[in-house]
């Protein structure tokens, strides 16, 4: 009996979806609840598995191509699917009990191939490269779309070596160039970004934050608290809590634009901008006011880790009334950072630096970070900006104030 495998319900904001590699053949046996093939949205990957056991009949849409929900992608024969090797049947034949043991055996090509991220597998493919042979440099030793690009490089780099003469006998450097296409993440994010600069008068502010008495209160109780909470203490959780007094006190900031309109929000939900092999993401922490430190860390472990292996639902990168995002943890001192439309801010975070500080008539070493928050000046007034990272700022040096809600 033929069985359709079709593009799933996609979410009311996202109008279709790339088709971005089969794992299957025509042909080829699959398992019910095997991923049979993946499609890429404008934020995540989603993995269509098979719905019952049988053979792969016929492929409807080729790598590539743009389906919608319900469109038809496949055709599965019904019936039983290769079977699995017995358990009473040796794998292979043992050894002769006098041979040397062999060394451990690199992984093969295809069980590295496996592996790989959508984004990733499509990378080798253009390039025909063996994933047994690239380095790994993330999570177990996944292959990252950086580790494949240094590959690419060390490549390039070993055909330099050899010299390469010209018609007049002079020796020329190769100078080798590539062509590699948007995934459909970065190409949406370009978009938004231009989007936000161009329908948004965007202003920034900046200012300094002494962070020197949330790192001492961290050091002291960050044991207690893993052991409690069984998740670390990390700076965000104060920022996040920052961020939500402020946004009580100065609700434009936590307001849209929406046509002639303000739409105001009496809830704070906070999107916590996500660095990932594909792009970044913005998983949103909702009702951040209504969360404790321990929530709000482990719903930003849980989506860091989700979003990074491509786990993570639409509807959780969906929404957001303010987003707070982290330059500092790659080493960036000052930057303006891009409005996440249809918000009205984003607080930049930036790394933590010692240094001298006037403190009450004296010179002391502190522990200093840059703040540097965009508005929409369309309805964000300077003074209302300036004020509301002073509001960050008062918290975070004295995190009695978040306690207090003060």
């Not at 792009?279 to 990074?308: C, N």
Request: net charge negative; with cysteine.
């Amino acid at each position: 009996m033929a069985t359709e495998v079709k593009v799933p319900q996609l979410p009311e904001s996202v109008a279709d979806a790339t088709l971005v590699s089969w794992h299957k053949k025509p042909g080829d046996a699959v398992r019910r609840d095997e991923n049979l093939v993946d499609l890429e949205t404008d934020k995540v990957v989603l993995e269509v598995p098979c719905p019952t056991d049988g053979v792969l009949k016929e492929i409807k849409a080729e790598d590539g191509a743009t389906v919608t929900s319900g469109e038809l992608l496949a055709v599965v024969e019904a019936g039983a699917a290769a079977p699995a090797p017995s358990a009473s049947e040796p794998a292979a034949e043992t050894a002769p009990s006098e041979s040397p043991a062999p060394a451990a055996a690199a992984p093969s090509s295809d069980s590295a191939h496996d592996k790989l991220s959508p984004s990733v597998r499509r990378l080798v493919e253009e390039h025909d490269l063996d994933p047994a042979r690239i380095q790994g440099s993330g999570r177990d030793g996944r292959i990252t779309k950086g580790d494949v690009m240094n590959h690419l490089e060390k490549d390039d780099g070993e055909a330099e070596d050899m010299p390469v003469v010209n018609g007049g006998g002079a020796v020329v450097g190769a100078r080798n160039e590539q062509r590699v296409p948007m995934t459909r993440l970065r190409a949406t994010i370009a978009k938004r970004m231009v989007e936000a600069q161009q329908n948004a008068a965007m202003l920034t502010t900046f200012n300094e934050v002494d962070l020197t008495e949330v790192i001492a209160l961290r050091a002291r109780y960050k044991d207690q608290f893993a052991d409690k909470h069984g998740v670390k203490l990390g700076f965000m959780s104060f920022f996040v809590k920052a961020a939500v007094e402020a946004l009580r006190k100065f609700p434009l900031v936590n307001a849209s634009v929406d046509g002639n309109d303000i739409l105001y929000h009496d809830y704070q939900d906070i999107g916590i901008a996500v660095s990932t092999e594909r792009g970044l993401m913005v998983p949103v922490l909702r009702d951040a006011g209504l969360k404790s430190f321990a929530q709000i860390e482990q719903e930003i472990a849980d989506y860091g880790k989700r979003a990074r292996e491509g786990s993570i639902g639409i509807e959780e990168l969906t929404g957001g009334t303010f987003t707070i995002t982290n330059g500092g943890i790659f080493g960036s001192m000052m930057s303006t950072p891009i409005l996440n439309p249809p918000q009205s801010g984003i607080l930049g975070m930036h790394a933590i630096l010692d240094r001298p500080v006037a403190v009450d008539g004296e010179i002391k070493i502190r522990k200093m970070m840059y703040l540097a928050m965009s508005y929409d000046h369309r309805i964000i007034d300077g003074k209302e900006a300036v004020q509301f990272v002073v509001s960050i700022k008062q918290a975070l040096e004295d995190p009695a104030r978040l306690l207090l809600q003060l």
